[in-house]
């Protein structure tokens, strides 16, 4: 069953925009880790937030962790076209991350 | 370069065809997962390990499948008599342990004609 759940599946942007994506999950978790996915690559880590945390930071990416409403978001600010991927949310418990189907972001230039 | 790395990058093979794909994790890591990815899908796990010892395997790995870590470095991922529903790719990640960041490799794409 999947955990992380991305919405919105898809997401198309101008150049400098920024784009929001969600992320929820269904029973505890105990961290949640965020992946961009280049077309027919390997998953590369953005930013892992614990479940005491709340906001994180790198760069020009920015997560929430709302565990009330089990739910996350990533807040990339002006984009660039090499933004454009697919992103994961995956929710590290006992044993791995369960990944849901991503969104893909498409920044337009 | 010391992240995880993962070989072949690709294989195509006849239906029917064993198929073995390795992975090296980063040195120190403990933990390794293999995970298999279809196209427009988040991937999905199949089994981990805690040094050589295979903890846990997924209801998604049949028993075509098997995954060996022998002296708890690299791992192996067999796949007997391959059927066209394997294409996939497999993707190898490794941790310090369950609370810290999984690096994935590069991926094996797998094609069984």
């Known amino acids: 069953s999947q955990q992380g759940e991305e919405d919105p599946q898809a997401l198309s942007i101008q150049e400098g925009e920024n784009a929001t994506m969600n992320c929820s999950y269904k029973?505890?978790?105990?961290?949640l880790q965020w992946y961009r996915q280049n077309s027919g690559r390997g998953l590369v880590h953005l930013i892992l937030?614990?479940?005491?945390?709340r906001e994180k930071h790198s760069g020009r990416l920015r997560v929430t962790l709302d565990t009330s409403k089990k739910s996350s978001s990533l807040l990339i600010t002006a984009s660039r076209a090499a933004d454009t991927a697919s992103y994961f949310c995956g929710d590290t418990g006992r044993r791995a991350l369960t990944f849901g189907s991503g969104t893909r972001l498409q920044v337009q230039p | 370069d010391t992240g995880v790395s993962q070989d072949p990058r690709h294989k195509i093979t006849k239906r029917g065809q064993n198929v073995t794909f390795r992975c090296d994790p980063i040195s120190e890591h403990n933990r390794l997962y293999w995970y298999r990815q279809t196209l427009g899908q988040g991937p999905e796990f199949l089994t981990y390990?805690?040094?050589?010892?295979?903890?846990?395997k997924s209801r998604l790995l049949s028993d075509r499948f098997s995954a060996e870590r022998p002296k708890g470095s690299f791992s192996t991922l067999e796949i007997q008599r391959t059927e066209q529903g394997d294409s996939a790719m497999y993707l190898c990640?490794?941790?310090?342990?369950?609370?810290?960041?999984?690096?994935f490799g590069p991926g094996t794409r797998l094609l069984v004609l």
């Open positions: 029973t505890s978790i105990n961290n």
């Open positions: 990640a490794s941790s310090l342990s369950v609370e810290e960041t999984q690096y």
């Open positions: 937030i614990r479940s005491n945390e």
């Open positions: 390990f805690q040094n050589e010892a295979q903890l846990e």
